[in-house]
C-alpha cells in the first residue's frame, strides 16, 4: 500500500536498515543507519523487524504527504518536526509531515507500521551512494508499507512512548569510547595521551563515509604501511595529523595508521555531532 509520498527531501533522504557488514571481505560499504540507536528504536516503537527498512533524513527541508493513514514513529535529532517524535502518532490521509528546522543532531529517522517496502541490493535496502547501491529518494517517489505475512500492529499502540533515559542529548555526547588500533605503537605516549586527554572539533567535511577531527595535529613515525582492512569507526591519521573516523559508507580498506577504533556502540552518538560540536574521547582496554 502507498503510505507517503516525496514532498521534498530536504538535503538528504534515503532507505537505511542494519546495513551489510557481511560484504567488507568484498569491498563493499557496511552502510546502514548512521545512528543505529534511534534507527532501532523507530522500528521498536512500532514492533516491526529490526531490519525493517527506514528513512534517514540529513538535516532539515524534508517534507512528506501522507497517502493513506497510517502509524509512524520519529526519532534522532531534535526535530521542529510537524508531528511529535520519540513516540507513535497516527497520521491521515492529506496530512503532512515536515521537518523545517533540527535544534541538536544531525540524523532523523521515519519508521511505518510493517517496514517500508524498499528495494534491497546484496541483502540490504540501505542506500550508498558513494558505492552505487541504490539511490536517494527525490521528488515525487512513492513510498510503499511492505507486505510483512503475519504481522500485527501492537496492542495500546496509541500513545506509545520511549523513557527519557533512552532520548540522547545531542549537544552533550560523553566522552567516546575507543580501543587501541593496529598502529597504536606508531605513536608516542606525548600524542597517545593528547589524543584522549583534549577536545576535538567537527570539521565541515564530514560526512557518512568519515568524520574529519580539527585540533592540534598529532605525530606520527614517519613509516609506511600496507593498505589493510579497516573498520567502521577505525581512528584513521593522515600525514597532516588531523583524525578522520571512518563512518557508514567508508572504505573497506585503508594505507593510514589506525591510532584505535571506536566503540560500535559509541559510532552513533559521533554521527549525530555537527560540524564545530566538540567531541573528546576516553581509552577503553
Not at 84 to 98: L, M, N, Y
Not at 177 to 194: I, K, L, N, T, Y
Not at 238 to 256: K, S
Amino acid at each position: 500500500m502507498n503510505i507517503l509520498e516525496v514532498i521534498d527531501p530536504g538535503l538528504g533522504m534515503t532507505f537505511q536498515d542494519r546495513g551489510r557488514p557481511g560484504w567488507r571481505r568484498f569491498g563493499v560499504p557496511s552502510s546502514g543507519a548512521m545512528d543505529d540507536h534511534a534507527a532501532g528504536w523507530a522500528n521498536r516503537l512500532l514492533d516491526n523487524p529490526p531490519d525493517a527498512p527506514v528513512l534517514e533524513l540529513l538535516l532539515q527541508g524534508a517534507r512528506l504527504r501522507v497517502l493513506n493513514d497510517a502509524w509512524l514513529a520519529v526519532t534522532g535529532a531534535d526535530a521542529d518536526a510537524s508531528v511529535p517524535t520519540w513516540r507513535t502518532v497516527r497520521v491521515k490521509a492529506g496530512d503532512e509531515v515536515r521537518f523545517p528546522h533540527i535544534r541538536r543532531g544531525v540524523w532523523t529517522y521515519v519508521a511505518i507500521e510493517g517496514g517500508f517496502d524498499a528495494p534491497h541490493v546484496l541483502g540490504s535496502a540501505s542506500v550508498c551512494p558513494r558505492g552505487r547501491l541504490g539511490a536517494p529518494l527525490t521528488r515525487g517517489d512513492v513510498l510503499r508499507r511492505r507486505d510483512t505475512p503475519g504481522f500485527h500492529l501492537p496492542e495500546h499502540v496509541a500513545g506509545r512512548t520511549i523513557a527519557w533515559d533512552e532520548r540522547r542529548d545531542y549537544n552533550s555526547p560523553p566522552p567516546l569510547r575507543v580501543w587501541p588500533g593496529p598502529q597504536w605503537d606508531f605513536f608516542g605516549e606525548a600524542d597517545r595521551s593528547a589524543f584522549f586527554s583534549r577536545e576535538w572539533t567537527v570539521a565541515p567535511q564530514s560526512d557518512r563515509v568519515g568524520y574529519r577531527l580539527h585540533g592540534e595535529p598529532l605525530k606520527l613515525r614517519q613509516v609506511q604501511i600496507l593498505s589493510e582492512p579497516v573498520l567502521v569507526g577505525s581512528v584513521q591519521v593522515p600525514d597532516n595529523g588531523q583524525p578522520i573516523v571512518t563512518m557508514r559508507d567508508g572504505p573497506t580498506v585503508g594505507g593510514y595508521p589506525k591510532l584505535g577504533v571506536l566503540d560500535p556502540a559509541d559510532v552513533s552518538w559521533l554521527a549525530q555531532c555537527r560540524p564545530g560540536q566538540k567531541v573528546s574521547f576516553k581509552l577503553v582496554t
